[in-house]
């Protein structure tokens, strides 16, 4: 199985607020997974990735946890901003000798009040 | 630094006509990846070339073709068009197009295509 399930399709938020995106993936040969953050007109952009072997990554509000054993990964945008409102994708590629194939989750619309 | 540049932006083609949509990596950047991005179906790899040649590919009909030229750059080809061709079509480049935090993928901001 070669898919990424992404939730939730779309999130609202307060300013302030913890932003919280869900992944789930069933190939075991996924190891690598970043998550890319896409503005309308725009392509999407790298905002944080993680190897399988560490639980948790951090990068000033964004945080990714890892958990290998039940095959999810999750994005944590801390202090939610306006200008975090856009789409995110969850991602997964194979080992670094295959090449550049990412397989990319659903997709999370958030929006981020004022 | 200039990012990886599509052209053109904007397509209108009816069914069955071809199309040629263009790729320029970022500067010495030797991969180069294709997706299709529509509402339905979100983000789909489509194929990867790197050193002129085809690396991976992705589920879509042979009517999707590309290559890779000498200078990295890249064109993707589709053939017949067909209504569900309708979509953004992204290229992404990066140094070696093995994935790790060390040669990360950069996105175009993609040709929208649409097929009448």
């Known amino acids: 199985q070669q898919q990424v399930k992404q939730s939730p399709q779309s999130l609202i938020v307060q300013k302030g607020g913890i932003s919280i995106i869900n992944c789930a993936y069933e190939?075991?040969?996924?190891?690598?997974f970043p998550w890319y953050q896409q503005f309308p007109g725009k392509g999407p952009a790298l905002l944080i990735a993680i190897r399988p072997d560490v639980s948790e990554k951090k990068e000033g509000r964004f945080t990714i946890s890892f958990n290998k054993s039940a095959k999810q990964f999750s994005l944590h945008i801390m202090d939610s901003q306006p200008g975090d409102s856009a789409t995110y994708f969850c991602?997964?590629?194979?080992?670094?000798?295959?090449?550049?194939?990412?397989?990319f989750g659903e997709g999370t619309q958030l929006t981020v009040n004022p | 630094k200039a990012g990886v540049t599509q052209t053109p932006r904007y397509l209108i083609k009816t069914r069955g006509q071809q199309v040629t949509l263009s790729c320029s990596p970022i500067s010495g950047h030797r991969s180069v990846s294709w997706y299709q991005q529509t509402p339905g179906q979100g983000l789909q790899f489509l194929f990867e070339y790197f050193s002129e040649t085809q690396r991976n590919k992705g589920n879509f009909p042979g009517r999707f073709s590309g290559r890779q030229f000498s200078n990295s750059r890249s064109e993707m080809n589709v053939s017949t068009l067909e209504l569900g061709d309708s979509a953004l079509y992204l290229c992404?480049?990066?140094?070696?197009?093995?994935?790790?935090?060390?040669?990360?993928?950069?996105f175009g901001a993609g040709t929208r295509l649409s097929v009448l």
């Open positions: 190939n075991t040969a996924f190891d690598y």
């Open positions: 992404a480049s990066s140094f070696s197009g093995l994935s790790s935090d060390k040669n990360i993928q950069y």
């Open positions: 991602a997964a590629s194979p080992v670094e000798t295959s090449g550049s194939r990412l397989t």
